[in-house]
Each structure stands twice: as C-alpha cells, then as structure tokens.
C-alpha cells in the first residue's frame, strides 16, 4: 500500500465547496505521507507553519484532478485528508461590568505585585492631612 500511495497518491482537501483532490509530486508525496503518518484526516490549524505552507501551494497551482468513476485516478489512494474549513467569525461582546459597577473609589490604594503601592498610601496620607486642616 505504500508503495501505491507513493506512485499514485492523492491528497484530499475538504472545503466548504466539497472535496478536491491534489496530484502531488512524487517529493510532495514522501511528505504528504509522513505528514499523515498517524492521523487519516487532519486540520488545517494543527499542521505546522510549513506543513500549510505546503497545502497552500498545492491548492494555489490548483492541480486538482477529478475522481469520477470514468478517471484514471478512479481508485487512486488516498495519501490524507486535509480539512479547510473557512475561519469561526467570533461576535465581538461589548465588555462585560463587573458586579461593583467597574469602578474603584480613587482612594483605594494601587496594589503592585500583591503591596500596596507606596505612593498610592503617600497620596492617601496627604489626602488626609489637607482635610484636617
């Protein structure tokens, strides 16, 4: 089987449009085949920066070949399976109020690295001293 995959491999691309089918070459193909050496079918955002840089080009040459029953590559093998599917447009939420309303009274001191800020309390203090007087 192996030895089909290499000669006669094709990669399969699932997009939203359907499956499409890519003749690689046969460098390509060694590749392909230890891209997918553990997984049948894989998406496109677990691959590595140049394992998608790869598939991209492959789909841009659009070698794509057609597996009708008629075909020659009737009964190519499958080398894998890429699935393509668009981008999850995430709805923007406006940011969410916490229970006190988001707001801290300007006297509370500045907290850093779990203390309180030593000018927070030194604005505090004259804070205080102004009001007595």
Excluded at 48 to 59: F, M, N, T
Aim: a positive charge.
């Amino acid at each position: 089987m192996w030895m089909q995959k290499l000669s006669d491999g094709v990669l399969r691309v699932l997009t939203p449009l359907g499956p499409r089918y890519i003749r690689p070459t046969f460098l390509q193909r060694v590749y392909i085949l230890w891209i997918f050496r553990h997984f049948h079918v894989l998406p496109l955002q677990v691959l590595s920066r140049r394992q998608r840089a790869l598939i991209e080009s492959l789909c841009a040459q659009q070698r794509f070949v057609s597996l009708s029953p008629t075909d020659e590559f009737e009964y190519a093998p499958i080398l894998g399976t890429v699935e393509r599917r668009p981008p999850v447009e995430v709805e923007n939420l406006p940011p969410r109020k916490s229970s006190a309303g988001g707001r801290i009274h300007p006297s509370f001191p500045k907290r850093q690295n779990g203390r309180v800020h030593r000018d927070a309390l030194s604005l505090r203090s004259d804070a205080r001293s102004q009001s007595v007087r």
